[in-house]
């Protein structure tokens, strides 16, 4: 799953820290989100769009879905 | 306190203290038990009686362990948790599969090593995976 996550988070000049504490999540989780080693969950991701104002899928897109 | 350069919260803190303070008492107790199995002749019953002494910490130490699963609420430390004890347990069985074959051949006296195996494995596991992911 990709994510725009990294340049959301650019948009705010939030750092990874800044985020992890937001979301009250490791600063590890934030890093391994944004570099698709993991996949939240749908309230992490819930909570991530609400942080952000957005929607779930303007943030995650699916791999598939974008390739084609 | 810090693990593997990652701030810990107080929830994961006393977790953490806990079933290190836990898997300790366990190793210590093998430890002891297996000197003493090795240095004394006993009968049947009192072995017995050994092995259920050894594995009382042990049930408490699983349960503390499903408690702070059940309570962290990071779950990617969740996963990454999950992963590391399920390095530790296989490669237990590896262990004990590989010394069941070789251990009566063998002049090693290996014992039991399954939990000191699980312990070393699942919390190296687990800082190499916090440390991969910095």
């Known amino acids: 799953m990709k ?7 650019a948009e705010r000049q939030w750092s990874q820290a800044d985020l992890a504490q937001k979301l009250d999540v490791s600063r590890q989780s934030i890093n391994a989100i944004e570099t698709g080693r993991f996949d939240p969950s749908l309230p992490l991701a819930f909570r991530l769009a609400r942080l952000f104002e957005t929607t779930i899928e303007s943030i995650f897109s699916d791999e598939i879905e974008s390739d084609s | 306190m810090r693990f593997c350069g990652r ?5 994961q803190q006393r977790s953490l203290r806990t079933i290190g303070i836990m898997m ?43 408690r702070y699963l059940r309570g962290e609420k990071d779950e990617y430390m969740r996963n990454l948790v999950v992963e590391s004890m ?9 262990a004990d599969t590989v010394f069941s074959y070789v251990e009566p051949v063998s002049s090693l006296g290996i014992g039991s090593i399954s939990l000191d195996v699980f312990v070393v494995v699942a919390s190296t596991a687990l800082e190499i995976k916090l440390w991969r992911n910095q």
């Open chain 1, 3 to 9: 994510n725009r996550l990294r340049v959301l988070r």
């Open chain 2, 7 to 11: 701030q810990l919260s107080t929830y």
């Open chain 2, 24 to 66: 300790g008492i366990c190793i210590a107790l093998s430890i002891i038990l297996q000197a003493i199995l090795a240095r004394h002749s006993l009968s049947i019953s009192l072995r017995y009686g050994m092995a259920l002494l050894a594995i009382a910490p042990v049930i408490p130490t699983i349960f503390l362990i499903a």
């Open chain 2, 86 to 94: 399920l390095w530790g347990l296989g490669l237990v069985l590896v």
